[in-house]
């Protein structure tokens, strides 16, 4: 987070953000959360969800998907129109359950959040959060936001 913003509050208006989990790794070490599709952004979210479809349905995936990611709100929305693509039931269903993030707690719009400083110094978010997809937040002043909790 940028410096100055420092004791600044934040509101998410637009998208999910989802609680940063840590996982152990094969040495037993804290790592990141997985291999998540969200944890590339979209543009390489879309191309994984390509190349998935790609194995059910061939070449017409990549068309599918760009006609799809038009329109769609987020990532979930992407996967659930995408899915429909698949005519087998039983190979849509292990498509969704292979692309579809699970486990961590997602937060909407009306989600208010500050900043901290870790112990190296570093200005945080108080929540340890990712975006789930694109988001758009606003950063308001404290004075601007009585009454909210830090």
Avoid: K
Avoid at 54 to 81: F, H, N
Wanted: net charge negative.
């Amino acid at each position: 987070m940028p410096e100055r913003t420092e004791g600044w509050r934040f509101l998410l208006l637009r998208g999910e953000a989802e609680t940063l989990v840590d996982i152990r790794v094969a040495d037993g070490a804290a790592g990141p959360a997985g291999l998540d599709l969200r944890r590339g952004g979209r543009a390489a979210a879309v191309q994984q969800i390509t190349g998935e479809l790609a194995t059910c349905i061939g070449p017409y995936a990549e068309y599918a998907v760009a006609r799809v990611t038009r329109t769609s709100a987020d990532l979930d929305d992407l996967y659930r129109q995408v899915a429909q693509e698949i005519p087998n039931e039983p190979a849509r269903v292990a498509f969704l359950g292979t692309l579809q993030p699970g486990g961590s707690a997602a937060f909407g719009p009306g989600l208010w959040f500050s900043a901290r400083r870790d112990a190296a110094g570093a200005l945080l978010c108080d929540r340890r959060l990712q975006a789930r997809d694109e988001v758009l937040m606003l950063a308001a002043l404290p004075d601007l936001t009585p009454g909210l909790e830090h």
